[in-house]
């Protein structure tokens, strides 16, 4: 079946630290990758996607790879801020003439502090 | 603005008394789908709606109903509540079933059952 694991959390960052959250899949088919992120008491925004392998997804300053070699999707940021502490949920769809859900992996708690 | 609305936000009830959680969309989105989420598990399906009148069971449909008389509602029926059935509940709509596409999510209703 179709699954996606992430790193557990919570991780804990210092402001303008590097971020790094591991995302690799398994997936019949070449599968959609995408980040969604959820703000304290929101629902979850789309932050970035890649469609198919080598694709790069960007958007804030995050950016992951489509990297069908080690089936992974690793999500980056190169100096996080306050702001962005939220949990970060990796999932992936095959799409197709059927039911499409969004498989999630776990989610992982960011917490920056400044 | 397009959106995915959901009410109500916060709902607290008793065992076996009857709710609908409304969830409507206004993006003519034809793919609708309702998720719950629970503390590490992350987010799973519970139905979804390919187009008026078209529903199905995703992964936990137990103890839920759903309808789709018009393109743009989707209820989300608890007959006879139960405390399992305390969790996160998110409506989500797409464009169609392509793999690439966005889902995008409400704000997410919190129910406790008590």
């Known amino acids: 079946g179709n699954s996606v694991t992430q790193m557990e959390g919570p991780v804990t960052l210092s402001e303008e630290a590097f971020l790094t959250i591991n995302c690799t899949y398994t997936?019949?088919?070449?599968?959609?990758l995408f980040w969604y992120v959820q703000y304290p008491g929101e629902g979850l925004q789309l932050l970035l996607k890649?469609?198919?392998?080598?694709d790069k997804g960007s958007n804030k300053g995050f950016e992951a790879t489509y990297r069908k070699e080690t089936t992974s999707f690793h999500l980056e940021k190169g100096s996080v801020q306050v702001s962005d502490s939220a949990v970060y949920f990796c999932?992936?769809?095959?799409?197709?003439?059927?039911?499409?859900?969004?498989?999630f992996g776990k989610g992982t708690r960011l917490s920056v502090i400044a | 603005e397009a959106q995915v609305t959901q009410n109500p936000r916060y709902l607290i009830t008793v065992t076996g008394k009857k709710l609908t959680v409304t969830c409507s969309q206004n993006m003519n989105h034809e793919y609708m789908s309702w998720y719950r989420q629970d503390p590490g598990l992350g987010l799973r399906q519970i139905y979804y709606?390919?187009?008026?009148?078209?529903?199905d069971k995703g992964d936990v449909p137990e103890g839920y109903k759903v309808s789709r008389k018009e393109k743009r509602n989707f209820p989300l029926i608890l007959e006879s509540p139960s405390p399992n059935q305390t969790s996160l509940y998110f409506c989500a709509s797409s464009p169609g079933t392509a793999k690439g596409n966005e889902q995008f999510f409400g704000p997410g209703t919190r129910l406790t059952v008590l």
């Open positions: 890649a469609t198919k392998a080598d």
């Open positions: 997936a019949t088919g070449y599968p959609s």
């Open positions: 709606s390919m187009n008026v009148e078209v529903t």
């Open positions: 999932a992936l769809s095959v799409g197709g003439s059927g039911n499409t859900p969004l498989v």
